[in-house]
């Protein structure tokens, strides 16, 4: 890596580059059906199953928490209110966040920069086909879409995680719990949550593809690509997580 | 028929490092052309230059008659349809077997029925000599099956131009010849130009018709293959002599005092050895059976009269 002090931004400049021309790819025909196909089963394979065991003890955690803290306020009523509202707003999207990274964005990584290196992509490019069209496109797509499918899942899990943990460990009352389900969470947190999800997603495949197209040297260069792009790909998600919420709380009205 | 190709003063740098500078000349159409030079003078970056996956930053390439340096992104994709290259290890794509491998360029760019695409698929690799291996994946084959493997690929769109980046590498000596054996009948086959990057030199004395050498950031010479054969430029006598004394080091380059020094130190006993190093190497030819077209008749009897004379030589040597 180079020290000057235009490297980093030359870098940030070519990954958004490369983010415009993926949007100005997309529509273009024909659509790679096979490979989106392909590519949403792989990332929704190395996914799943990570995703449903981490937010199991995410919403417990939650539950936990809420659970003594509502007990000492008096308020056991709220309990469900809030772990419901703390797995859906926040949670959710950055379980998911985490996950596609980690898994999914490391697989599109590893593989797009073994392709680079063996000068896969440079004989794509010379054979008249656009990787941006063929590989990255329909990658992104797909991630965007588990993105999407898996921040249900952690809602889901991580609700029934809470629920589980608080009723039966900490004696809390089912009807309680069900009853201010709807107290403070809204339907369109789960929409922001989903809307979070899969912009958590574009933007974790198009690190993920930029570090891979772009590994070189060797088979070391494609393990600093994958490392590299997670680390990016966490601060991008983070910062990203707190200004999609921020400009939520300005433009949806609150409840309670 | 090929198409030329026409470099003028072409520049490329990573950084501050040049990798070579000025560099001018021109792909005459339908012939085969060597590139040689030292190992790291940059022939793999002129090749990725000249299919526009790497930018210069002086100079331009023109090619049926547009300047594919100045040329925008998706324009290049339609100029490398006339381009078929070979890259060092085949370039395969490791996750589908050598039939689809083939097949891959011609399913992306034409509407062909499958039955057509099979038998276009199955001619290619009959003529690089894979039929049987179509199911197999390119980490189960050898180096020298996957860069036939790539060569078919290549073949497949019927480009005018092809480029072999080191055909040679990592194989036989037989593997080679086999190889070289192959590009001659293809260049009789299919008329296109054909650029061949390399350090073999044993191959670049009897496959082209043109021989140019890198070396030192700059394109020593470029010519046909007699004129560089017989040159007494001190870097392509050393280079195309395999011999230690001369201007190319282990490192990269040396001082002019050691090279004049080794140089004179060669001297005459040297010269004793320079007609055999300098003897042209005899052209190979097509093989029998390929119907040649008239420039490679045209060769093949230049050739033959070549080879009459060197043995009347030989014979007024014996008496």
Not at chain 1, 82 to 100: F, G, M, Q
Not at chain 2, 118 to 143: N, Q, T
């Amino acid at each position: 890596m180079s020290l000057s002090p235009t490297g980093a931004l030359r870098q940030s400049g070519s990954l958004f580059a490369m983010g415009l021309d993926v949007l100005r790819t997309v529509p273009k025909r024909p659509f790679q059906v096979r490979e989106f196909i392909q590519q949403a089963w792989f990332v929704a394979s190395v996914t799943i199953l990570p995703t449903a065991l981490v937010s199991i003890p995410f919403g417990a955690v939650i539950a936990l928490q809420i659970g003594s803290l509502t007990r000492q306020l008096g308020a056991q009523s709220f309990s469900g209110a809030a772990s419901v509202l703390a797995v859906l707003r926040e949670a959710s999207p950055i379980v998911t966040a985490l996950l596609i990274a980690g898994a999914g964005g490391t697989a599109i990584c590893a593989d797009l920069g073994a392709r680079k290196i063996r000068e896969e992509i440079d004989a794509m490019q010379v054979l008249g086909i656009d990787p941006i069209h063929r590989l990255v496109v329909p990658r992104v797509l797909a991630t965007m879409l588990v993105a999407v499918l898996l921040n249900g899942l952690v809602s889901v899990v991580g609700v029934a995680g809470g629920y589980f943990f608080n009723v039966v460990l900490q004696n809390g009352t089912p009807g309680a719990y069900l009853a201010s389900f709807t107290t403070l969470a809204q339907l369109s947190d789960l929409w922001a949550a989903e809307l979070k999800a899969l912009v958590f997603g574009a933007i974790a495949a198009i690190v993920a593809s930029y570090k891979g197209l772009t590994a070189k040297g060797g088979p070391k260069g494609v393990g600093d690509a994958v490392n590299q792009s997670v680390v990016i790909t966490f601060m991008l998600l983070f910062v990203t997580n707190f200004v999609m919420t921020a400009v939520y709380f300005q433009i949806v009205p609150q409840r309670g | 028929m090929g198409v030329e190709i026409c470099v003028e003063g072409l520049t490329k740098s990573f950084g501050r490092q040049v990798i070579w500078q000025d560099v001018s000349l021109t792909l005459p159409a339908g012939e085969v052309s060597v590139m040689l030079g030292p190992s790291g003078t940059g022939k793999s970056v002129f090749l990725k230059t000249l299919v526009g996956l790497l930018r210069p930053e002086r100079g331009s390439i023109r090619i049926a008659g547009q300047d594919i340096t100045t040329l925008r992104e998706h324009e290049l994709y339609e100029v490398r349809k006339l381009f078929g290259v070979l890259f060092q290890d085949g370039a395969l794509f490791g996750s589908m077997n050598l039939y689809d491998n083939i097949a891959f360029p011609l399913r992306e760019h034409t509407r062909k029925p499958e039955g057509e695409i099979r038998r276009i698929v199955l001619e290619k690799m009959d003529m690089v000599g894979l039929i049987g291996a179509e199911d197999k994946l390119p980490g189960e084959i050898s180096g020298g099956m996957r860069k036939r493997a790539g060569l078919a690929r290549a073949l497949v769109l019927d480009p005018e131009i092809i480029l072999f980046d080191e055909p040679d590498s990592g194989l036989d000596p037989v593997r080679v010849a086999y190889l070289n054996q192959l590009i001659v009948d293809l260049n009789a086959q299919i008329d296109a130009t054909f650029l061949i990057v390399t350090h073999d030199i044993a191959s670049a004395r009897q496959v082209p018709d043109n021989i140019g050498l890198l070396f030192r950031r700059e394109l020593v010479m470029f010519g046909p293959r007699e004129q560089l054969l017989t040159s007494e430029e001190p870097v392509v006598r050393q280079f195309l002599g395999g011999r230690m004394q001369g201007p190319i080091g282990m490192a990269e380059e040396k001082d002019a005092a050691q090279v004049e020094q080794e140089l004179a130190q060669l001297g005459e006993a040297a010269d004793a050895a320079v007609p055999d190093v300098l003897e042209l190497t005899p052209r190979l030819l097509p093989t029998e059976g390929i119907e040649r077209p008239p420039r490679w008749v045209e060769i093949a009897d230049r050739e033959a009269l070549r080879r009459l004379r060197a043995s009347v030589r030989g014979r007024a040597g014996d008496a």
